[in-house]
């Protein structure tokens, strides 16, 4: 099981990090805040479309055809975390080696969207302030790391959910409603 866990894991963190590498690649200019963010969960739902595969391979090749509700979660959760923290650790490379200004061309944007859509003197005033806040607490790689994994755990999670939920399968002779005991047949 942890062999499949880490495996798919990682291969999930590496695509999730597409989104990260191709801001990197392209050069740190060219950052779509508008349209990025839903490229990047897309590509963290294809990413971890690969929990279904890991929870199917598993009871199918390693547990007889059988698998819990719980036994199926915790491999999707562990999955999840594995991938999310290659996330984790490629976005803080990324963001304190390539793109250390993120946080100030983030609030740009948004101070910029809500000038456009004609938000008041002291609605621009109050996201100013909190933009500001926000661009100093990013700075700590603690609180920048925790932003992130906030970013990518609850959508491993929900498809875990999900997995665990489809993929789940008692004993055989639960399927045809025959509650044998153990050491009948």
């Known amino acids: 099981m942890k062999k499949n866990i880490i495996v798919f894991g990682l291969i999930a963190g590496l695509i999730s990090c597409f989104n990260l590498l191709a801001i990197t690649v392209m050069g740190r200019k060219d950052i779509d805040f508008d349209n990025g963010m839903w490229i990047g969960y897309a590509s963290m739902l294809l990413a971890f479309s690969l929990i279904f595969v890991a929870v199917k391979n598993y009871r199918d090749r390693y547990n007889n055809g059988i698998i819990s509700f719980g036994?199926?979660?915790?491999?999707?959760?562990?999955?999840?975390?594995?991938?999310?923290?290659v996330y984790v650790v490629t976005w803080l490379i990324d963001f304190y080696y390539f793109i250390p200004d993120f946080a100030e061309r983030y609030s740009a944007h948004v101070i910029k969207q809500l000038k456009e859509s004609g938000a008041s003197v002291t609605e621009i005033n109050k996201q100013t302030a909190e933009m500001a806040s926000f661009q100093q607490m990013y700075k700590n790689p603690f609180f920048n790391a925790m932003m992130t994994y906030l970013e990518?755990?609850?959508?491993?999670?929900?498809?875990?959910?999900?997995?665990?939920?489809?993929?789940k399968r008692k004993r055989k002779e639960e399927f045809a409603g025959v509650s044998a005991l153990p050491g009948q047949g």
Request: hydrophobic share 70%.
């Open 71 to 85: 036994k199926a979660f915790r491999i999707g959760l562990y999955i999840t975390l594995v991938a999310a923290t």
């Open 152 to 167: 990518i755990v609850p959508v491993g999670l929900l498809v875990s959910l999900a997995c665990a939920l489809i993929l």
